[in-house]
């Protein structure tokens, strides 16, 4: 079998990942371009895994609006390959079951190495306060929170081995709940911790620390300007902060959290001041006791607000390589991309990306989530 077929199989759930044998699927229907018209995708996701050498491959979770005020949840895996593309061909879109009519905030996990090393992978979603988690063989759980909360923060956690986390922010966004999804089926899904917040957050992200650490960074907005906030959940809990002063950051725009090699970590977000749009970051050093510091980076300006937008480190050390990839939206609906040299540009598709954008990483840079209302989800290079 070729690689690129057998890639394909794997992600798509008919071959083991552990025996390498032909398996049953959770069934659903293939999506055939042009037999299913008018894509209309009501809110996605792309789950990877943390590798930084060889090609990456992962699983898209979609919620698709299939008219009548119905909603069903699709998936489809996503690899590289040597063209612009993918998503077509070998790989198909299949409809995994029909969801509520409230349904939203699809997660698919984001592994701590190859994506599907772990074969009890899951899809998560959201309905009111409902979080809902559907196993590989069909499994389906449910965690009720005490109210519908104000956001998930993306991506979802998932070590080989371990459970799955989520992370959740409360209605009024001053609360951050940690939930988990044991491994073991027959153990309730629960929430494990809560962490009060100084402020009202507007959004975040979540990436695996050093060790089993686990980290969430987030942003706020405030009278002195944008807040970052990071958590180790492995430590007390207590949120380090940081600000930049006259600056508000990006509507729709979930921050980028990376961890160095020494334990640090930075947080970048992308805000608006009275220059245009600037990439700010906040360096957290290891020592908890040292300050961190924050840096601004003038991006561009432009006539029309973002208004929408996602931010991704490079996983590639290579000074070849940008440093990070951001795909904009303006209220002109303009598309913007980030260059090599970190100036946001115009960006040019042969399919709209989906809003609000969905980046994942590859081996040479970045793939974004479109899709072409008649022929369905694809990825495109940023």
Known sequence: MKRRS????????LISSRTGKAQQSLGGSAFIPGEHADWSIVAA?????TVTSGDQLGDILIVRNEGGG?????????????SDHVGHDDSAAVRLRAVGQNAIDPMVPVRDGQFWRDDRHGWLWR?????????AAAEHRTLILPGPPAAVLHPALHRSEGDL???????????????VFPRQTTVRPRIAASVALPLAVSAG???????QSVLTGLSAASAGGTMF???????DGTPRQAVLRNAVPVTHAAPALRVEEDGSATLGVLVTTQTG???AEAHFPVDRAAAPTVVQVHVGRFAAKPVAAALRYSSIAQSLHPRFYALVQLADRTLLHADVNGALVAARFEAPPVMPPVLVPTSHGAYALCCDPRTGPVMANV
């Open 45 to 49: 996701d792309a789950g990877f895994g």
């Open 70 to 82: 119905r909603r069903a949840l699709w998936r489809m895996p996503w690899f590289e390959d040597e």
């Open 229 to 235: 906030l990071l958590i180790d959940h492995a430590a």
């Open 205 to 211: 992200t979540a990436a695996f620390g050093l060790g």
């Open 127 to 135: 309905e009111g306060a409902v979080v809902h988690a559907l196993g």
């Open 6 to 13: 057998f890639l394909t199989a794997l992600a798509s759930g």
């Open 165 to 179: 986390l989520v992370f959740s922010l409360s209605a009024n966004r001053r609360r951050l709940d940690r939930l």
């Open 277 to 279: 749009i600037a990439l």
